[in-house]
């Protein structure tokens, strides 16, 4: 059976850390690029960070960048995103997806897996609250 699973939400303080992973079981994941999404009570869904198969880069949206990490452990079948400096704004359900199709041009650079639009196969999500 095809999965993308997430774990590591939780509540943190402001200023806090947390890693999430994503975990695949049923296909190679070194062969899809990974994009993390989050989506707030109230607010659409919107892409964060995105990892991609071929070269490897990565790419995250301004409102993250210096703060989250993304990187994969082909070995564990798995990508992580490193959280750091957290904010009460990073509130959010956060969701781990990728195209299906191994063929996609979504999974080529960092260039393509930004394209949010194009991420159709998802996990269940895993809960983020940044409170004091």
Same mark, same amino acid.
Request: a neutral charge; hydrophobic letters at 25%; proline letters at 3%.
């Given at each position: 059976?095809?999965?993308?699973? $997430?774990?590591?939400?939780?509540?943190?303080?402001? %200023?806090?850390?947390?890693?999430?992973?994503?975990? =695949?079981?049923?296909?190679?994941?070194?062969? #899809? &690029?990974?994009?993390?999404?989050?989506? =707030?009570?109230? *607010? $659409?869904? $919107?892409?964060?960070? +995105?990892?991609?198969?071929?070269?490897?880069?990565?790419?995250?949206?301004? /409102?993250? *960048?210096?703060?989250?990490?993304?990187?994969?452990?082909? &070995? *564990?079948?798995?990508?992580?995103?490193?959280?750091? /400096?957290? *904010?009460?704004?990073?509130? =959010?359900?956060?969701? +781990? &997806?990728?195209?299906?199709?191994? $063929?996609? /041009?979504?999974?080529?650079?960092?260039? @393509?897996?930004?394209?949010? @639009?194009? #991420?159709?196969?998802? %996990?269940?999500?895993?809960?983020?609250?940044?409170?004091?």
């Amino acid at each position: 059976q095809v999965q993308l699973v $997430e774990s590591g939400g939780g509540l943190v303080q402001p %200023g806090g850390s947390l890693r999430l992973s994503c975990a =695949a079981s049923g296909f190679t994941l070194d062969y #899809y &690029a990974i994009g993390w999404f989050r989506q =707030a009570p109230g *607010k $659409e869904r $919107e892409g964060v960070s +995105c990892i991609s198969r071929r070269d490897g880069t990565i790419y995250h949206v301004d /409102s993250v *960048k210096g703060r989250f990490t993304i990187s994969r452990d082909n &070995a *564990k079948n798995t990508v992580y995103l490193q959280m750091n /400096s957290l *904010k009460p704004e990073d509130t =959010a359900v956060y969701y +781990c &997806a990728t195209n299906s199709d191994p $063929e996609s /041009s979504t999974h080529y650079s960092s260039n @393509y897996c930004r394209r949010w @639009y194009a #991420y159709d196969y998802w %996990g269940q999500g895993t809960q983020v609250t940044v409170s004091s």
